[in-house]
């Protein structure tokens, strides 16, 4: 049974063109995550919810907007795709808020053309 | 807000030999440190943590130590193995306890 399950795990689309990536985990956590992986393999947070109350959003474009409709699911849509967006979103989960183990998501690849 | 610097950005190392990776935070009140360990393609997995009131860890060939004072911690890989070949990533907690900052990433090559 996949803990932190994402789909899609693949997206190749045109700039300009709005996409979502959906995010759910089993394992019964409090907090989920929005994590982004650029080409350097930087890995910077994006977006938190604890108990589906948004508690970190970074300084990222507000073309992205998650959203958690219950505290097992957490997902991120993205409006005005462009070049740089091009990454890999990794969904994350956490038992609580306070920092602990985060659990990742096998990651979903997103190519802007 | 929190910074992480890690280094360094590559390491080679010889099968059986040690490796160290480095990183320092800014964030005096972290509390929590953890590394993670990526594989190509995969997702980054936990591989081990320590918190801010212990000084040092360890889980058979991997450990952590922790310099409060210095801000800065380590994990030391020994008797590497081919499969220990991986980007590995430190993290510091930042003020409150709820943001993970991870540092930039290593990329570990252990050649037979």
Known sequence: DTAVSQTPKYLVTQMGNDKSIKCEQNLGHDTMYWYKQDSKKFLKIMFSYNNKELIINETVPNRFSPKSPDKAHLNLHINSLELGDSAVYFCASSFSQNTGELFFGEGSRLTVL | GENVEQHPSTLSVQEGDSAVIKCTYSDSASNY??????????????????????????????????????????????????????????????????????????????KS
Do not use: M
């Open chain 2, 33 to 110: 440190f953890p590394w993670y360990k990526q594989e190509l393609g995969k997702r980054p997995q936990l591989i081990i943590d320590i918190r801010s009131n212990v000084g040092e860890k360890k889980d058979q060939r991997i450990a952590v130590t922790l310099n409060k004072t210095a801000k800065h911690f380590s994990l030391h890989i020994t008797e590497t193995q081919p499969e220990d070949s991986a980007v590995y990533f430190c993290a510091a907690s930042g003020r409150g306890g709820n943001k993970l900052v991870f540092g930039a990433g290593t990329i570990l090559r252990v």
